[in-house]
Protein backbone atom coordinates (compact mmCIF):
# COMPACT_ATOMS: atom_id res chain seq x y z
CA UNK A 1 0.00 0.00 0.00
CA UNK A 2 1.24 3.47 -0.47
CA UNK A 3 2.48 5.45 2.36
CA UNK A 4 4.14 8.58 3.08
CA UNK A 5 6.59 9.14 5.97
CA UNK A 6 7.50 12.48 7.59
CA UNK A 7 9.77 11.66 10.26
CA UNK A 8 9.75 15.16 11.85
CA UNK A 9 6.77 16.01 13.90
CA UNK A 10 8.34 19.82 15.17
CA UNK A 11 11.33 21.86 13.45
CA UNK A 12 11.99 24.59 15.18
CA UNK A 13 14.74 27.02 12.84
CA UNK A 14 15.93 30.64 13.83
CA UNK A 15 14.62 33.15 10.95
CA UNK A 16 17.24 33.37 8.10
CA UNK A 17 18.74 29.68 8.85
CA UNK A 18 18.60 27.08 5.81
CA UNK A 19 15.12 24.64 6.21
CA UNK A 20 14.85 21.05 5.04
CA UNK A 21 11.66 18.77 5.79
CA UNK A 22 12.14 15.12 5.00
CA UNK A 23 9.48 13.14 3.28
CA UNK A 24 10.14 9.58 2.36
CA UNK A 25 7.28 7.18 0.39
CA UNK A 26 6.48 3.78 -0.32
CA UNK A 27 5.29 2.93 -3.89
CA UNK A 28 5.11 0.72 -6.25
CA UNK A 29 6.20 3.08 -9.04
CA UNK A 30 6.75 6.76 -8.68
CA UNK A 31 3.88 8.70 -7.92
CA UNK A 32 3.32 12.52 -8.60
CA UNK A 33 4.21 14.22 -5.45
CA UNK A 34 3.52 17.19 -3.78
CA UNK A 35 3.70 19.20 -0.73
CA UNK A 36 1.13 21.15 0.54
CA UNK A 37 1.59 23.99 3.61
CA UNK A 38 -1.58 24.95 6.17
CA UNK A 39 -1.50 27.90 8.16
CA UNK A 40 -3.47 28.17 11.48
CA UNK A 41 -7.30 28.41 10.18
CA UNK A 42 -6.41 28.36 6.74
CA UNK A 43 -6.66 25.46 4.02
CA UNK A 44 -3.80 23.46 2.41
CA UNK A 45 -1.93 24.89 0.35
CA UNK A 46 0.06 23.64 -3.01
CA UNK A 47 3.67 24.75 -2.59
CA UNK A 48 4.80 22.47 -5.33
CA UNK A 49 4.16 19.12 -7.36
CA UNK A 50 6.85 17.16 -9.42
CA UNK A 51 5.77 14.56 -12.15
CA UNK A 52 8.75 13.79 -14.45
CA UNK A 53 11.66 15.22 -15.84
CA UNK A 54 13.77 17.50 -13.61
CA UNK A 55 14.07 16.24 -10.08
CA UNK A 56 14.78 19.71 -8.88
CA UNK A 57 11.59 21.61 -8.43
CA UNK A 58 10.69 25.13 -7.67
CA UNK A 59 7.46 26.22 -5.93
CA UNK A 60 6.23 29.44 -4.60
CA UNK A 61 7.04 31.21 -1.62
CA UNK A 62 11.03 30.34 -2.14
CA UNK A 63 10.37 26.51 -1.56
CA UNK A 64 12.33 23.69 -3.30
CA UNK A 65 12.03 20.28 -3.10
CA UNK A 66 14.35 17.73 -4.79
CA UNK A 67 13.17 13.80 -5.90
CA UNK A 68 15.55 11.30 -5.47
CA UNK A 69 14.13 7.80 -6.84
CA UNK A 70 16.90 6.00 -5.12
CA UNK A 71 15.89 6.87 -1.86
CA UNK A 72 12.35 7.48 -2.33
CA UNK A 73 12.13 10.86 -0.99
CA UNK A 74 11.15 14.40 -1.67
CA UNK A 75 12.70 16.77 0.99
CA UNK A 76 11.51 20.36 0.84
CA UNK A 77 13.97 22.76 0.91
CA UNK A 78 14.23 26.73 1.53
CA UNK A 79 17.53 28.88 2.06
CA UNK A 80 16.23 31.37 4.40
CA UNK A 81 13.61 30.76 6.53
CA UNK A 82 10.76 33.86 7.17
CA UNK A 83 8.57 34.07 10.51
CA UNK A 84 5.83 34.05 8.00
CA UNK A 85 6.99 30.10 7.30
CA UNK A 86 5.29 28.98 10.47
CA UNK A 87 2.84 26.52 9.44
CA UNK A 88 2.25 22.81 8.76
CA UNK A 89 3.56 20.66 5.89
CA UNK A 90 2.51 17.46 4.54
CA UNK A 91 3.73 15.65 1.66
CA UNK A 92 1.34 13.85 -0.25
CA UNK A 93 1.36 11.09 -2.94
CA UNK A 94 -1.13 10.21 -6.07
CA UNK A 95 -0.95 7.48 -8.06
CA UNK A 96 -0.10 7.58 -11.78
CA UNK A 97 -3.62 6.10 -11.88
CA UNK A 98 -6.51 7.68 -9.94
CA UNK A 99 -7.03 10.83 -7.83
CA UNK A 100 -6.81 10.39 -3.85
CA UNK A 101 -4.03 12.14 -2.20
CA UNK A 102 -2.03 9.85 0.46
CA UNK A 103 -0.80 12.34 3.03
CA UNK A 104 2.20 12.33 5.63
CA UNK A 105 1.48 13.07 9.08
CA UNK A 106 2.89 16.64 8.49
CA UNK A 107 5.70 18.90 10.13
CA UNK A 108 5.44 21.47 12.41
CA UNK A 109 7.27 24.13 11.59
CA UNK A 110 8.27 26.92 14.02
CA UNK A 111 10.37 30.19 13.41
CA UNK A 112 12.44 32.03 16.49
CA UNK A 113 13.37 35.33 15.84
CA UNK B 1 -7.80 33.94 -7.50
CA UNK B 2 -10.55 31.32 -7.80
CA UNK B 3 -11.13 29.67 -4.07
CA UNK B 4 -12.72 26.61 -2.47
CA UNK B 5 -15.16 27.41 0.07
CA UNK B 6 -16.90 25.57 2.91
CA UNK B 7 -19.53 26.18 5.10
CA UNK B 8 -19.98 26.22 8.63
CA UNK B 9 -16.29 26.39 9.71
CA UNK B 10 -17.41 24.90 13.06
CA UNK B 11 -20.11 22.42 13.39
CA UNK B 12 -21.15 20.95 17.04
CA UNK B 13 -23.79 18.43 16.90
CA UNK B 14 -25.08 16.16 19.18
CA UNK B 15 -24.16 11.96 18.48
CA UNK B 16 -26.66 10.07 16.19
CA UNK B 17 -27.29 13.48 14.73
CA UNK B 18 -27.32 14.15 10.52
CA UNK B 19 -24.88 16.88 9.48
CA UNK B 20 -24.64 18.33 6.36
CA UNK B 21 -20.87 20.01 5.88
CA UNK B 22 -21.15 22.55 2.45
CA UNK B 23 -18.76 23.25 -0.08
CA UNK B 24 -18.40 25.54 -2.97
CA UNK B 25 -15.51 24.02 -5.44
CA UNK B 26 -13.56 26.57 -8.04
CA UNK B 27 -16.48 26.98 -10.59
CA UNK B 28 -14.90 25.20 -13.59
CA UNK B 29 -13.47 22.43 -11.30
CA UNK B 30 -14.72 18.64 -12.59
CA UNK B 31 -13.27 16.39 -9.57
CA UNK B 32 -14.52 17.45 -6.44
CA UNK B 33 -13.20 15.40 -2.83
CA UNK B 34 -13.50 15.36 0.44
CA UNK B 35 -11.05 14.55 3.06
CA UNK B 36 -10.84 14.20 6.95
CA UNK B 37 -8.22 14.91 9.59
CA UNK B 38 -8.62 13.70 13.09
CA UNK B 39 -6.77 15.80 15.45
CA UNK B 40 -3.49 14.70 16.05
CA UNK B 41 -3.64 11.97 12.93
CA UNK B 42 -2.99 12.47 8.90
CA UNK B 43 -5.35 13.77 6.37
CA UNK B 44 -7.65 11.11 5.08
CA UNK B 45 -9.15 10.75 1.61
CA UNK B 46 -12.99 10.01 2.05
CA UNK B 47 -13.99 10.34 -1.39
CA UNK B 48 -14.32 11.75 -4.92
CA UNK B 49 -16.87 12.68 -7.01
CA UNK B 50 -17.22 13.36 -10.80
CA UNK B 51 -19.69 13.38 -13.37
CA UNK B 52 -22.40 13.07 -11.00
CA UNK B 53 -20.96 9.92 -9.17
CA UNK B 54 -18.43 8.68 -7.16
CA UNK B 55 -15.55 7.63 -8.88
CA UNK B 56 -13.53 6.59 -5.62
CA UNK B 57 -14.24 6.49 -2.13
CA UNK B 58 -12.14 4.91 1.13
CA UNK B 59 -13.25 2.05 3.52
CA UNK B 60 -14.13 4.66 5.79
CA UNK B 61 -16.74 6.14 3.50
CA UNK B 62 -19.37 3.70 4.91
CA UNK B 63 -23.18 3.88 4.35
CA UNK B 64 -23.10 6.65 6.85
CA UNK B 65 -21.79 8.95 4.33
CA UNK B 66 -22.53 10.44 1.48
CA UNK B 67 -22.14 13.56 -1.21
CA UNK B 68 -24.49 15.00 -3.14
CA UNK B 69 -24.08 17.73 -5.89
CA UNK B 70 -27.54 19.25 -5.31
CA UNK B 71 -26.81 22.04 -8.18
CA UNK B 72 -24.48 23.81 -10.19
CA UNK B 73 -22.31 25.62 -7.54
CA UNK B 74 -22.14 23.31 -4.03
CA UNK B 75 -20.84 19.89 -3.06
CA UNK B 76 -22.03 18.33 0.25
CA UNK B 77 -20.75 15.76 2.69
CA UNK B 78 -24.13 14.05 4.54
CA UNK B 79 -23.03 12.00 7.74
CA UNK B 80 -26.28 10.38 8.42
CA UNK B 81 -26.18 9.49 12.38
CA UNK B 82 -22.94 10.73 13.67
CA UNK B 83 -19.96 9.15 16.15
CA UNK B 84 -17.98 10.62 18.44
CA UNK B 85 -15.12 9.37 16.01
CA UNK B 86 -16.57 11.16 13.24
CA UNK B 87 -15.34 14.57 14.80
CA UNK B 88 -12.45 15.80 12.54
CA UNK B 89 -11.71 18.76 10.37
CA UNK B 90 -13.26 18.09 6.90
CA UNK B 91 -12.02 19.68 3.87
CA UNK B 92 -13.49 19.86 0.48
CA UNK B 93 -10.86 20.11 -2.93
CA UNK B 94 -11.64 20.49 -6.46
CA UNK B 95 -9.50 19.81 -9.82
CA UNK B 96 -9.68 20.68 -13.12
CA UNK B 97 -9.52 17.74 -15.57
CA UNK B 98 -9.41 15.24 -12.36
CA UNK B 99 -5.83 13.15 -13.34
CA UNK B 100 -3.43 12.80 -10.57
CA UNK B 101 -1.14 15.40 -11.81
CA UNK B 102 -3.54 18.03 -11.17
CA UNK B 103 -3.56 20.08 -8.64
CA UNK B 104 -6.17 20.27 -5.76
CA UNK B 105 -7.61 23.05 -4.56
CA UNK B 106 -8.37 22.46 -0.98
CA UNK B 107 -11.03 24.75 1.20
CA UNK B 108 -10.14 25.58 5.01
CA UNK B 109 -12.20 22.80 6.33
CA UNK B 110 -15.25 22.82 8.86
CA UNK B 111 -14.37 21.42 12.06
CA UNK B 112 -17.27 18.98 13.14
CA UNK B 113 -17.32 17.99 17.04
CA UNK B 114 -19.77 15.17 17.48
CA UNK B 115 -20.75 15.49 21.37
Known amino acids: AQSVTQPDIHITVSEGASLELRCNYS??????LFWYVQSPGQGLQLLLK??????LVQGIKGFEAEFKRSQSSFNLRKPSVHWSDAAEYFC???????????FGAGTILRVKS | EPEVTQTPSHQVTQMGQEVILRCVPI?????FYWYRQILGQKVEFLVS????????KSEIFDDQFSVERPDGSNFTLKIRSTKLEDSAMYFC?????????????FGPGTRLTVL
Open chain 1, 27 to 32: YGATPY
Open chain 2, 49 to 56: FYNNEISE
Open chain 2, 93 to 105: ASSEPGQASDTQY
Open chain 1, 50 to 55: YFSGDT
Open chain 1, 92 to 102: AVAPLYGNKLV
Open chain 2, 27 to 31: SNHLY
